[in-house]
């Protein structure tokens, strides 16, 4: 046999032989789903999607329509039913309550709240902000319209988005997207953080969700905490510390690799 060519051969199958090792390092890695919550859409982790690509995560962003919690964790599922392996399932503040429903499937292995809702059996959004914290800040919502709630939009940069960029955070109050209040009203069947692995990023510059709320339905839910400075919008303004912790969820429910 010609000598080149032998070792030319073996080489070529030493690097297959490593491309497939990689290949099954990246299997064992969980997809991330992130979902978003009321006022906005997806758009809004693209910083936290950028870190986790590039980390080598699979990310799917749910564009959730928030007009009732039936339909978003319905659409959510179908995100989850198009998964390959484990996944690591992300919401943000309404994204919370969507999770703590949707993640029941049996693919979730961690959940991942971000100064989110994390109710129990029987309650909604509405019934976990029914009893306002004293002396906390209270969320500019409008009164309903068609069914719908808005926030003030002169007061959203303040209360929604106060660690952002002026321009920033005037964009995000100008584009809003309508919260159902069928959304909002949505009750729990079985929240999902009772049997599955739970996170929970604590913001304690929160105008829009306080941070005593956030700490108690964070340690009902016995969820691992992380503690940040930061708005409601911390998934905008630092998409690192958000990323941080759901890669730390990702590789504690990590699978083996082969």
Same mark, same amino acid.
């Given at each position: *046999? @010609?000598?080149?060519?032998?070792?030319?051969?073996?080489?070529? $199958?030493?690097?297959?032989?490593?491309?497939? $090792?990689?290949? %099954?390092?990246?299997?064992?890695?969980?997809? !991330?789903?992130?979902?978003?919550?009321?006022? !906005?859409?997806?758009?809004?982790?693209?910083?936290?999607? #950028?870190?986790?690509?590039?980390?080598? %995560?699979? !990310?799917?962003?749910?564009?959730?329509?928030?007009?009732?919690?039936?339909?978003?964790?319905?659409?959510?599922?179908?995100?989850?039913?198009?998964? &390959?392996?484990? !996944?690591?399932?992300?919401?943000?503040?309404?994204?919370?309550?969507?999770?703590?429903?949707?993640?029941?499937?049996?693919?979730?292995?961690?959940?991942?709240?971000? =100064?989110?809702?994390?109710?129990?059996?029987?309650? &909604?959004?509405?019934?976990?902000?029914? @009893?306002?914290?004293?002396?906390?800040?209270?969320?500019?919502?409008?009164?309903?319209?068609? #069914? %719908?709630? *808005?926030?003030?939009?002169?007061?959203?940069?303040? &209360?929604? +988005? $106060?660690?952002?960029?002026?321009?920033? +955070?005037?964009?995000?109050?100008?584009?809003?997207?309508?919260? $159902? *209040? @069928?959304?909002?009203? #949505?009750?729990?069947?079985?929240? +999902?953080?009772?049997?599955?692995?739970?996170?929970?990023?604590?913001?304690?510059?929160?105008?829009?969700?306080?941070?005593?709320?956030?700490?108690?339905?964070?340690?009902?839910?016995? +969820?691992?905490?992380?503690? =940040?400075? #930061?708005?409601?919008?911390? %998934?905008?303004? @630092?998409?690192?510390?958000?990323? =941080?912790?759901?890669?730390?969820?990702?590789?504690?429910?990590?699978?083996?690799?082969?």
């Amino acid at each position: *046999m @010609n000598l080149s060519k032998y070792i030319a051969a073996v080489i070529v $199958g030493g690097a297959l032989l490593t491309n497939v $090792g990689s290949a %099954y390092a990246a299997d064992a890695k969980p997809s !991330v789903v992130l979902v978003h919550g009321g006022f !906005v859409d997806g758009s809004g982790w693209e910083g936290v999607y #950028g870190i986790l690509k590039h980390d080598g %995560y699979d !990310v799917t962003i749910v564009q959730n329509p928030t007009s009732s919690l039936s339909d978003d964790v319905a659409f959510t599922k179908r995100v989850l039913e198009k998964q &390959s392996g484990p !996944v690591v399932l992300v919401g943000h503040s309404y994204g919370g309550a969507v999770i703590t429903e949707s993640g029941n499937a049996p693919n979730v292995k961690a959940l991942v709240y971000i =100064t989110a809702f994390a109710p129990d059996a029987g309650e &909604s959004v509405k019934t976990l902000t029914s @009893n306002p914290v004293p002396g906390a800040p209270v969320p500019p919502i409008l009164p309903p319209q068609d #069914g %719908y709630l *808005m926030l003030d939009t002169a007061k959203f940069p303040a &209360s929604f +988005a $106060g660690d952002l960029p002026s321009s920033k +955070a005037k964009f995000m109050a100008e584009s809003q997207v309508p919260w $159902g *209040m @069928n959304a909002y009203t #949505g009750t729990i069947t079985q929240p +999902a953080w009772k049997s599955k692995p739970s996170w929970y990023l604590v913001v304690t510059e929160d105008h829009m969700i306080p941070v005593a709320a956030q700490r108690v339905m964070a340690k009902r839910a016995n +969820a691992k905490v992380t503690e =940040t400075k #930061g708005s409601h919008a911390i %998934y905008v303004s @630092n998409p690192k510390v958000v990323a =941080t912790l759901i890669e730390e969820a990702a590789k504690k429910v990590a699978t083996p690799s082969s």
